[in-house]
């Protein structure tokens, strides 16, 4: 499958480069130019209060979305309907959108953190690369998995539910040891 916007790039399960391991990628978007997206499951130790002072109970988890400027802050949602703004990148899921509206709805504490998710930085690859390591097995591409998974907290599960989803092919790699010297 090729990569496109709204769907998933999941890490082999032996990749040792610290920014992907065991990753489950949401691309937001892909093209010519390059490939943007976010890593679902590799949480911080930071909230978004912590980043935002002024939204003093806002609780989220901030993730680490990828090791490109690691200085900005990035959002997913399925919650157009109460932020009226977001650009589409799979049905009901949305990159992005107006962050002062986004900031009102958290301090009114209209927003659940299975409505929204934050990253600091994002992952992004140049024209070609990506293609390139897809072709030397690094990644592989999905567009089945379920909504919820990328509104997930758990690290570990994300992974091995989308791998599962992948289908008898792919499940047993879920059952992997992330060490395998240790198995």
Known sequence: MKPSKGRLLISEPFMNDPNFRRSVILLTEHGEL?????VLNHP??????DLIPELTSAEFKVFNGGPVELDT???IHRCYD???SGEEIAEGIYWG?????????????DLSENEVKFFIGYSGWGEEQLDTE??????IVSDKY??????????????????VNLGPRYAH?????ENPNLN
């Open 34 to 38: 390059g490939t943007v997206g976010f």
């Open 134 to 139: 897809i072709k030397e097995n690094t990644w």
């Open 173 to 177: 790699v879920s059952k992997f040891p």
């Open 97 to 109: 959108g107006n962050f002062e509206a986004l900031k009102i709805l958290i301090a009114n504490g």
């Open 73 to 75: 802050i990035h959002f």
């Open 146 to 163: 379920q909504p919820d998974v990328l509104f997930s907290t758990d690290e570990e599960e994300a992974w091995r539910e989308v791998i």
């Open 82 to 84: 109460k932020l009226h």
């Open 44 to 49: 911080t130790n930071l909230l978004l209060k």
